[in-house]
């Protein structure tokens, strides 16, 4: 009896003493990044220009219609001119036809590598990427998968990979400490899309672990219903509970269907997402209702994407993780963005001296 | 040739034309004692059909009551929803226009794409004030319609092929007059004109809608025009053959989906303060499912504006709904695709599976 009465008394003790949020580190994260970016080599410097005299890269985004991926594609335009060699960015509609057409124009053409980016699934093009790489072409993707939690397929040579998981621990800790760790909270995403796992697991785990007071519901929102689903979706989640403070989408685009579904329902709630998008920028600057935004320099992920896939091509030692640091824009930093807002602008350019001086191309 | 030769057949051709208007004149003679017979004994199965629909709204309502009660039965989940669709209800009337007169359109949701961006570059990026920009966009759509009709009229191919093509044509110069990227920072005068200003909770878009389903009632049911269009859709070749400028009343219906369709892009610009290269044309397949679950109530067997009016909210309720249920994404497909085909089947069987329009 003893025995079973005393754990009772401590889980009574346990209710009675509610756990505190990590209110310390929530905050001490917001901090560290709300720092300016600072450039941290990936690897150690070596001479870009020789070794990549005789090679050619090829580059597949997602889509050209994408600014997103129309500026990490900039990236590497950017780092093949200041390296000097032959790179080129291959236009496509993000249609699988035209990824497929992409692949094989650059192993008829003698490329040495290609590279998927932005979100490009390569489990999309198997069969392509295996007959690439038999034809001597190493296959790689920029900005895909995560550094952390998930394995690059044996089916690439090799991919640079993104920190989703800080990302989404930068999103839940700025609506815990704005909260005073009280966070009732609608995270959305498309499941479909290789970065909502982590960014997702990264918001709901950090909340669950960090601050007991805090709730959280997901609703996943496929791409193509985001125009048709996303708008009743939260505007549904913010009628049935009221008390929802945040909005937390794990990409910002969704914002525009969120913004008109807050407004319509009379809540008070804050958008807080990912991807530094420029509209958003414009929304957060002109608005209330768009509160954060964690970005990063597409134009320092187009490099970086490059010093790995040219580490590659060298046989230096891999990198796998881009050095792109996530960056917080808020009310109070959002105008360096530019205005209009930019994917580049706010973030400082310490990366292109940095990425020069790595490659012996100052 | 001698004028004797000729002259005979065209007197047998007018002899053919009294028969067939003495024809035509019994005909509606029986149509209309047939309807004052009708109305005078009540009879269930009409009425059934006719507002069908809006006693499977009322069930619906009650069903997933009866699961979420406090949500179900909040006027403020109304409220919102009516005002969250807007945008849809005029992109449905859009359609029904030209679908009453035989015509697909499948470029309105494109019209409404190319509308909203448009007018987000007219005020953001060029400066000019939104009113202005209004009328710039709705003379677009104008003249989106003008175009398909050109094609479809002047050289005859079918409007499904043309519209499919200005469609994907005009995709191309939203990409481009955008340069791809999503545009916020429109009047804030328009949100206020769309989502901000309320009355009796309900944002004023959705009087817009409402005002325009009237008016899309009124010009069909009690004007000749509407008894016009209705003409050109049943038989062009009649329609003709009475004395109804068919290319005209076509070419109208073309012109005005394109209006109502771009004028659903401002609604949809103002909804959201932004514009988006690509997010529009995810309303085609809701519009059209609307229009035909439409045609089966109020007045069924024809496009009609209340029917199509319901039809939306119908829709959007069993959404909202399987929201506040917290059901999965793909239930919701599954409603409004299985709801579609079980709600227009019903109503066929009512209607003794006769052909669809």
Redo the contacts between chains.
């Keep these: 009896m003893k025995n079973l009465i005393l754990p009772t008394l401590g889980g009574l003790l346990m209710l009675a003493v509610p756990a505190k949020a990590d209110m310390a580190a929530a905050e001490a994260l917001i901090a560290k990044h709300s720092q300016l970016p600072t450039f941290e080599a990936p690897g150690p410097a070596f001479d870009a220009k020789a070794c990549m005299k005789d090679k050619k890269m090829f580059v597949i985004p997602l889509t050209n219609a994408n600014p997103f991926n129309a500026a990490i594609s900039q990236g590497f335009v950017d780092a093949a001119a200041m390296v000097g060699f032959e790179l080129r960015d291959w236009e496509t509609q993000m249609d699988p036809a035209g990824w497929i057409q992409g692949i094989n124009t650059a192993t008829a053409e003698g490329f040495d590598l290609i590279d998927l980016q932005g979100g490009l699934p390569p489990e999309f093009l198997v069969p392509q990427i295996t007959e690439a790489r038999t034809a001597g072409v190493k296959v790689t993707a920029t900005h895909n998968w995560d550094a952390t939690t998930q394995t690059v397929p044996d089916f690439m040579d090799g991919a640079a990979n993104t920190d989703y998981v800080t990302v989404g621990e930068i999103i839940a800790a700025w609506a815990m400490v704005k909260t005073g760790g009280k966070v009732n909270a609608i995270v959305l995403g498309p499941d479909e899309i290789t970065p909502t796992a982590p960014l997702r697991d990264a918001i709901i785990g950090y909340l669950k672990d960090n601050c007991p007071d805090c709730k959280t519901q997901y609703i996943n929102v496929p791409v193509n219903d985001w125009a048709t689903k996303t708008q009743p979706a939260v505007q549904n989640a913010l009628l049935a509970d009221p008390t929802i403070n945040y909005v937390l989408p794990v990409y910002d685009s969704m914002s525009q269907f969120i913004v008109p579904a807050i407004q319509i329902a009379g809540s008070s709630a804050k958008i807080v997402s990912y991807n530094g998008t420029p509209f958003v920028l414009d929304m957060m600057r002109d608005g209330d209702i768009v509160e954060m935004n964690v970005g990063e320099s597409l134009g320092w992920v187009g490099m970086a994407g490059t010093d790995a896939n040219m580490r590659l091509l060298c046989g230096l030692d891999p990198v796998t993780k881009l050095n792109t640091p996530a960056y917080i824009f808020s009310d109070e930093n959002v105008a360096t963005a530019g205005n209009p807002a930019t994917f580049n602008d706010g973030y400082g350019d310490v990366h292109r001296a940095g990425f020069a001086k790595l490659w012996g191309v100052e | 040739m001698s004028t004797g030769q000729t002259s005979d057949p065209i007197a047998a051709y007018e002899k053919r034309i009294a028969a067939l208007e003495a024809k035509l004149n019994t005909l509606e003679e029986s149509v209309i004692s047939r309807t004052v017979r009708e109305s005078e004994t009540f009879d269930w199965k009409t009425w059934a059909e006719r507002f069908g629909l809006l006693i499977a709204w009322g069930v619906m309502i009650l069903i997933l009551g009866a699961f ?1 009660p406090d ?1 179900m039965f ?1 006027w ?2 109304y409220a ?2 009516f ?2 669709n807007a945008m849809v209800v005029v992109l449905t009337l859009a359609l029904m226009i030209p679908l009453t007169t035989g015509d697909f359109d499948l470029s309105v949701a494109s019209v409404m794409g190319l509308s909203s961006m448009l007018l987000a570059v007219l005020n ?1 990026k060029m400066g000019m004030p939104i009113g202005g920009a209004i009328v710039f966009v709705l003379a677009a759509g104008a003249i989106v319609g003008l175009i398909n009709s050109f094609f479809i009229l002047y050289f005859g191919v079918h409007s499904l092929i043309v519209t499919l093509g200005t469609g994907y044509f005009i995709n191309g110069v939203i ?1 481009w007059v955008s ?7 429109v009047s804030m005068d328009l ?1 206020k004109a769309v ?2 200003t309320r009355l009796f909770g309900i ?1 004023i878009g959705f009087y817009y809608a409402l005002a325009l389903s009237v008016l899309v009632w009124y010009v069909f049911q009690h004007t000749s025009l509407g008894r016009r269009l209705l003409f050109v859709g049943r038989g062009r070749e009649v329609a003709r053959l009475s004395g109804v400028n068919v290319n005209r009343v076509r070419t109208g219906a073309l012109v005005a989906s394109g209006v109502i369709a771009a004028f659903a892009g401002v609604l949809y610009t103002g ?4 514009s ?8 085609l397949l ?1 519009a059209f499912a609307a229009a035909f679950l439409g045609s089966t109530a109020i007045y069924p067997g024809r496009f009609n504006a209340p029917g199509a009016f319901v039809a939306v909210f119908f829709l ?1 309720t069993g ?2 709904g399987l ?2 249920l ?1 059901v ?2 793909f239930v ?1 497909n599954l409603f409004y695709g299985g709801g579609l085909v079980i709600a227009v089947s019903i109503s066929q069987l009512i209607r003794g599976r006769k052909p669809m329009d």
Excluded: E, Y
Aim: hydrophobic content about 40%.
């Design positions: 979420k949500q909040a403020n989940s919102s929803m005002g969250s953001v990409l340069n791809s990227n999503t545009i916020a920072g949100v989502i901000l944002p909804m959201r303060g932004a988006d290269p690509s997010s529009a044309l995810a309303f809701p959007s959404i909202m929201n506040f917290g999965d994404s919701q």
